[in-house]
């Protein structure tokens, strides 16, 4: 469900100035208008995105994803999500991790470990809306080899919640060939 914020402001807080499109006070009263009474607002996964894909908690139970993109949430507060994906070798692996960090008050972070528990580099660890992880030809630490791999993501802060989008890219995708060059090459020759 989607949650709307309703702002209520005094008589005259909204004007309109020359040059300007707009100028809004803050100043009155913020409240969510999906709950009753006068409920501060907070930064909330929301029940439905809390629950997806749990319990994930740990790598071991871990949920298994192909390359495409989901939704969930780090929630409750100190909250863990893992997610295993697998590669078949001399692949591209990009993952993206996004989310409204609100300042730093929403900021998530992800890591990349095998299937040993070793944390792997690079770390998706910066201070923006997206973090990212690239495993590529062409990237500092090469492409993954063959295996299994575990994703974590979790709040910058321990006591923080927040939804996010997780995408998964793999070129070629699992089980897939390696470009053969371009589509008009011709054949190989014999």
């Known amino acids: 469900m989607a949650r709307r914020w309703v702002m209520r402001a005094a008589a005259g807080a909204v004007a309109a100035l020359a040059g300007c499109s707009l100028i809004l006070d803050f100043g009155g009263d913020l409240r969510d208008a999906g709950t009753a009474g006068d409920a501060a607002p907070t930064i909330d996964g929301g029940a ?18 192909e390359a495409g993109t989901l939704s969930a949430a780090v929630c409750p507060e100190g909250d863990r999500d893992w997610y295993a994906f697998s590669v078949d070798g001399a692949q591209d692996v990009v ?17 990349l470990f095998d299937d040993q528990g070793a944390e792997l580099l690079p770390k998706g660890n910066g201070f923006s809306d997206v973090e990212r992880i690239e495993r590529t030809a062409t990237s500092q630490h090469g492409r993954l080899p063959a295996g299994t791999y575990a994703v974590e993501v979790f709040a910058f802060q ?25 589509p008009d090459a011709g054949p190989p020759d014999a």
């Open 48 to 65: 439905m995105s809390c629950t997806a894909y749990e319990p994930n908690d740990a790598q071991d139970s871990a949920i298994a994803i």
């Open 95 to 111: 993952i993206e991790l996004r989310f409204d960090n609100r300042n730093g008050a929403g900021d998530l972070d992800m890591l």
């Open 158 to 182: 321990n006591n923080r919640t927040n939804d996010y989008t997780l995408e998964l890219t793999i070129d070629p995708p699992t089980g897939g060939t390696p470009d053969a060059g371009p």
